[in-house]
């Protein structure tokens, strides 16, 4: 009786199953966005084994991340909207009328709170603000399931009601200028965060994590080579060990004198932002093959880095075969700065930033 009294004092002529409808498939298209581009990030982060993905399009994963963060954040007013929406149904009384009521308000609760997390935890992951005892990235994967299936369910259950909806025009036109705002309020979102993957939008990125031109060398960095723990060491080598007819043991100056080769590809971070770069080094591919490597080999490539979650990284054949994929000493020039990865660094076309390895030590063949 108490939440019905405090449910009713909120009521608006904004309010109607129409208005609730229509927000609810935008949220449904956006979600399912976000869900389809979040599981591309996360198999290219940790492919299963008998994935081979293609490097090419060179920007696909730039797009399809820049999607999922740049999205994700446009859709906060949205579900801010959509739950004001809906906000008295959320507390009416009794909670649930039969068993089958009692579901379909389970499915809702864990949309609604799924959701929420799924924004939140989202929104302090690409600032790198982490108050919680948990792993982002697998509460944030298995999450998303759970949110997209009661989405389906939920869709499932509602459709009559959206489809009689979503056919029919919104007649008051308070409740179109309330659309049209929160459709504007998204828009405006997208606009002031795109510059991070957008360069001719970045003076606008007032709300992105980060400006694609700040940064050693005009260029971003996610780990520097302080944090990371490495120290210029003037006895580098880089080994090529594994399943090689001839291992190499190679000095900076050795890959300097090899043949070199430049390549316009973009650091691609999954926290959404991107930059293209121009990179200039030694073709993996040449390296490998005159080492003797075979053509259907995976490769491991290795930092100096003593600890992190991606201090190595695997190379699969469509990868490391692509003519793009070098071991980079350069960057737009310039020999590479410390937190960019000197010596040497990976850069490859199509894979996430994570896995585009910095102070590589040994390349090693299975």
């Not at 697998?138 to 997209?148: L, R």
């Not at 007649?171 to 049209?180: A, I, K, M, N, V």
């Not at 309020?185 to 990125?205: F, H, N």
Request: some cysteine; aromatic content about 10%.
């Amino acid at each position: 009786m108490i939440l019905t009294t405090i449910a009713a004092r909120f009521t608006s002529p904004l309010r109607s199953e129409q208005v609730a409808a229509k927000l609810g498939a935008w949220l449904g298209a956006s979600f399912t966005v976000a869900f389809a581009t979040g599981l591309f990030s996360h198999f290219l982060q940790h492919p299963p084994a008998w994935l081979l993905w293609p490097s090419r399009p060179v920007n696909l994963y730039r797009v399809t991340q820049g999607l999922h963060v740049i999205g994700g954040i446009a859709t906060i007013p949205l579900l801010l909207a959509k739950l004001w929406a809906v906000y008295p149904k959320l507390w009416q009384w009794p909670p649930f009328r039969s068993a089958g009521h009692a579901v379909e308000r389970l499915c809702v609760l864990l949309l609604v709170a799924g959701a929420l997390f799924q924004l939140v935890t989202g929104v302090l992951n690409i600032a790198y603000v982490y108050p919680w005892p948990f792993g982002f990235l697998q509460a944030h994967y298995w999450t998303a399931y759970i949110v997209y299936g009661a989405l389906l369910i939920h869709v499932v259950n509602e459709w009559a009601k959206v489809r009689r909806s979503l056919l029919t025009r919104v007649e008051s036109p308070d409740r179109r200028r309330f659309l049209l705002t929160v459709a504007a309020a998204c828009g405006l979102t997208v606009l002031v965060t795109a510059g991070e993957a957008v360069t001719p939008l970045e003076r606008l990125a007032v709300l992105a994590p980060r400006n694609p031109r700040v940064g050693p060398q005009g260029v971003p960095v996610n780990r520097s080579a302080a944090a990371a723990g490495v120290a210029a060491d003037p006895d580098y080598r880089l080994l090529v060990t594994g399943a090689v007819r001839t291992p190499l043991s190679l000095r900076h100056a050795d890959l300097v004198r090899m043949p070199q080769h430049t390549v316009r590809l973009p650091i691609s971070c999954v926290e959404g932002w991107s930059v293209e770069c121009e990179w200039t080094g030694i073709r993996l591919r040449d390296l490998l093959l005159s080492a003797g490597a075979a053509p259907d080999a995976f490769v491991t490539v290795e930092s100096l880095e003593r600890t992190g979650a991606y201090r190595t990284s695997e190379i699969r054949p469509p990868h490391w075969t692509d003519p793009l994929t070098l071991l980079a000493l350069r960057i737009n020039g310039q020999p590479l700065d410390a937190d960019h990865g000197f010596p040497v660094r990976l850069i490859t076309p199509n894979r996430p930033g994570v896995q585009q390895t910095k102070w590589v030590k040994e390349v090693r063949v299975a």
